[in-house]
């Protein structure tokens, strides 16, 4: 069984700052990590790897330095790690990144089931996995929290619901979105740790061409939506001193709480 796993490398943190003369992300002394609901993901797959001798693959597409979340990712067992950086797929909307993501994984050809975190704690649009399970043409099954059971031709999964659960048989190959509710996913075992430290020289670093597509169909240029504006909305809080005689200063702050509907009238 060939597993496919994409993960991606985000700041530590879910209070995202934005430059507000850029409207970008400020990543200067922030610490990265990989994507939790893609830790649960991974997870996920290395179980599978034990019980039916799969074979797990990560896949990543960012700059560079994201080669230190693959290299996390062989730590905790994954057999083999690909990094997609190449400057033409920087400022990818989620439709190019998708794209990208699914020439990829043409590009490694065998797969029989494909596993994406649910949301990217810094994009946070979960459009990703479905997309990609779209341009695949790949039945998917989104909110999964147990993969209850595999077999050649088809497995079955339980999905959270805001009220209870479902349990759906999809068959494969298939794509998955995982939440972070899945089991504690396993931190790098010291064998692991020594593959990590080797690992940069075994990732793959795939570029633009070596997933054939041009410049023009990824990233920014090939991005459909286009953000014109990025902010963080501003709350601005008033302060208002009362003074006076102390009962009518209570009056006053009561009819206020009235008035604005903070007690009842
Ligand atoms: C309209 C729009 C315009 C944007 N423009 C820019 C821009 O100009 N510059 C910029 O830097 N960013 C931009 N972004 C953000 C960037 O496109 C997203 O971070 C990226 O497309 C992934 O979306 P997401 O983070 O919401 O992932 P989600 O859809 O929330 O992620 C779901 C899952 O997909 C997988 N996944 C997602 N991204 C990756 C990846 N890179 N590698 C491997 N697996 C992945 C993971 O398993 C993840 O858990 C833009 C986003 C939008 C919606």
Redesign the pocket.
Known sequence: MQII??????PDTTEVKLDPKTG??IREGLASII?P??RH?LEAALELQAAHAARVTV????PPQ?IDALSEAMGMGADRAIL?TDPA??????????Y??GKAVETVGEFDLI??????????????????ADYLDLPQVSYVYAIESVAAEQLVVKRRLEDGYERVECRLPALL??IGRMKTPRYPRMGGLLKACRAKALIKVWNAADIGVTTAEVG?EG?L???IKTFAPKFERRGEMLSGETADVVQTLVDQLKENRLIAP
């Open positions: 796993v994409f993960i991606k490398q985000v970008n992300l994507n609901d893609d993901a896949i990543s597409m960012g994201a997609l797929f920087s400022g990818a909307d989620t439709w190019a990144t998708s990208t993501l596993l994406c975190g649910r949301q990217a704690i810094d994009g946070d649009t979960a459009q990703v996995g479905p997309q990609l979105t995982v920014l991005s939506t286009h953000v």
